[in-house]
């Protein structure tokens, strides 16, 4: 490497159960695709070690992550912690200290085999959820009155500030390709609704060529299963963006192939992950299905300019899942690696 080159450098946090399994087949394809990636590995950052130190992810560990371009993330958790606030400690520090405001969750069905739609000439699901990830009712604002009396009165309260929507937004319409639908309840949730509504107008002003549409969340959700492939971006608040996100990753398939990232869309910084989480019942055991890690570095790389090899990847992973050339989850005989080394093999 020329000297003075600057490097792009990628935080790796394999974590737990069969995350560091499948981050194993992300970073070889990574290394196949030949980018010339910096890799910091923090394979220190998992259970084992907050059982023995009680700490999660150290100031030192935050600080690697901080200064790295992105972060690969496999899956944090474990049966032995449960209970405690470890996986929490690891993401939602991660999350609020680098304002991950934004949680992009693409579903894009690669096989109509992987589909559970009846109607063939509705699968093509190709499209974005962008979820607001940093306030709304998951914000953690509330009490409650009289506890563990008949009188007992609970609180949640929906936090809707004009930096977080407009940020939110601002960033559906960045990503968009064909169109936007925002996604609210703003008939029955007044305030909030109304702030959401005064933005999305504003923004979709400025976005002429962008086509643009409203959905109140129950309409959306009978839609996006009638004839999903009529979207393109939607974006939603924490709650609604949450129930979606899930909504859409079955529709595209299932766990077996979701990605998700969670981004500062004003630095770039993203932390990319599988959707699926530790799967203790088959950690250990060489069958995990590497495709949704392959494909949340598929989208890292993608973010930090390199779209031909993200879209490489994606080829490579159609041909294979088409050719049957995966685990057993999604139809196939192979184990990890065979099914990691199938998708590399269509990259050479
Ligand atoms: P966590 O608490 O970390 O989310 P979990 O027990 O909820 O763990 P998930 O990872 O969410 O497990 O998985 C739910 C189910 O899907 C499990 O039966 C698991 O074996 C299966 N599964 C998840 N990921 C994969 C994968 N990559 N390959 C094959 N099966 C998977
Ligand atoms: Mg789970």
């Given at each position: 490497?020329?000297?003075?080159?600057i490097?792009?450098?990628?935080t790796?946090i394999?974590?737990?159960?069969?995350?560091?399994?499948v981050?194993?087949?992300?970073?070889?394809?990574?290394?196949?695709l030949?980018?010339?990636?910096?890799?910091?590995?923090l394979?220190?950052?998992n259970?084992g070690?907050?059982?023995?130190?009680?700490?999660?992810?150290?100031?030192?560990?935050?600080e690697?992550?901080?200064?790295?371009?992105?972060?690969?993330?496999?899956a944090?958790?474990?049966p032995r912690?449960a209970?405690?606030?470890?996986a929490?400690d690891?993401l939602?520090?991660?999350r609020f200290d680098?304002?991950?405001?934004v949680?992009?969750r693409?579903?894009?069905?690669?096989?109509?085999?992987?589909?559970?739609?009846?109607?063939?000439?509705r699968?093509?699901?190709?499209c974005?959820?962008?979820?607001?990830?940093?306030?709304?009712?998951?914000a953690?604002?509330?009490g409650?009155?009289?506890?563990?009396?008949?009188?007992?009165?609970?609180?949640?309260?929906?936090?809707?500030?004009?930096?977080g929507?407009?940020?939110?937004?601002?960033f559906a319409?960045?990503?968009?390709?064909?169109?936007v639908?925002?996604?609210?309840?703003?008939?029955?949730v007044?305030?909030?609704?109304?702030?959401?509504?005064?933005y999305?107008r504003?923004?979709?002003g400025r976005?002429?060529?962008?086509?643009?549409?409203?959905?109140?969340?129950?309409?959306?959700?009978?839609?996006?299963?009638?004839?999903?492939?009529?979207?393109d971006?939607i974006?939603?608040?924490?709650?609604?963006?949450?129930?979606?996100?899930?909504?859409?990753?079955?529709?595209?398939g299932?766990?077996?192939t979701?990605?998700?990232?969670?981004?500062?869309?004003d630095?770039?910084?993203?932390?990319f992950?599988?959707?699926?989480?530790?799967?203790?019942?088959?950690a250990?055991?060489?069958?995990?299905?590497?495709i949704?890690?392959?494909?949340?570095?598929?989208?890292?790389i993608?973010?930090?300019?390199?779209?031909?090899?993200a879209a490489?990847?994606?080829?490579s992973?159609?041909?294979?899942?088409?050719?049957?050339?995966?685990?057993?989850?999604?139809?196939?005989e192979?184990?990890?690696?065979?099914?990691g080394?199938?998708?590399?093999?269509?990259?050479?």
């Amino acid at each position: 490497r020329e000297r003075g080159e600057i490097l792009t450098t990628i935080t790796v946090i394999p974590g737990d159960g069969i995350g560091p399994e499948v981050t194993d087949q992300a970073l070889r394809t990574l290394d196949a695709l030949d980018l010339g990636l910096d890799i910091d590995m923090l394979d220190h950052v998992n259970a084992g070690t907050y059982l023995e130190t009680g700490e999660a992810l150290t100031d030192a560990d935050f600080e690697r992550v901080r200064t790295s371009d992105s972060t690969l993330l496999g899956a944090v958790g474990d049966p032995r912690v449960a209970g405690t606030d470890y996986a929490r400690d690891v993401l939602l520090r991660l999350r609020f200290d680098l304002d991950l405001y934004v949680n992009y969750r693409p579903a894009k069905l690669f096989h109509d085999r992987l589909s559970p739609l009846r109607d063939e000439t509705r699968r093509a699901v190709d499209c974005v959820i962008v979820r607001e990830n940093t306030e709304g009712l998951y914000a953690g604002m509330g009490g409650v009155l009289r506890k563990q009396t008949p009188f007992e009165m609970t609180m949640d309260a929906e936090i809707n500030t004009h930096h977080g929507v407009s940020r939110i937004v601002d960033f559906a319409f960045s990503i968009a390709r064909r169109s936007v639908c925002m996604v609210d309840k703003s008939n029955a949730v007044k305030f909030g609704g109304q702030l959401w509504q005064r933005y999305w107008r504003e923004a979709a002003g400025r976005h002429p060529r962008l086509e643009t549409s409203h959905l109140y969340v129950d309409a959306a959700v009978m839609k996006l299963v009638e004839d999903p492939t009529r979207f393109d971006v939607i974006v939603a608040n924490n709650s609604y963006g949450d129930i979606l996100s899930d909504l859409m990753a079955e529709l595209a398939g299932g766990l077996g192939t979701a990605t998700s990232a969670n981004i500062n869309g004003d630095t770039g910084f993203g932390l990319f992950e599988p959707v699926h989480g530790t799967a203790p019942d088959i950690a250990g055991k060489g069958i995990a299905n590497p495709i949704g890690a392959i494909l949340s570095a598929a989208l890292l790389i993608e973010r930090l300019g390199h779209t031909a090899a993200a879209a490489a990847v994606r080829e490579s992973v159609n041909s294979a899942i088409a050719q049957r050339r995966v685990t057993p989850d999604l139809g196939g005989e192979l184990g990890t690696v065979d099914a990691g080394e199938a998708i590399r093999a269509g990259l050479r």
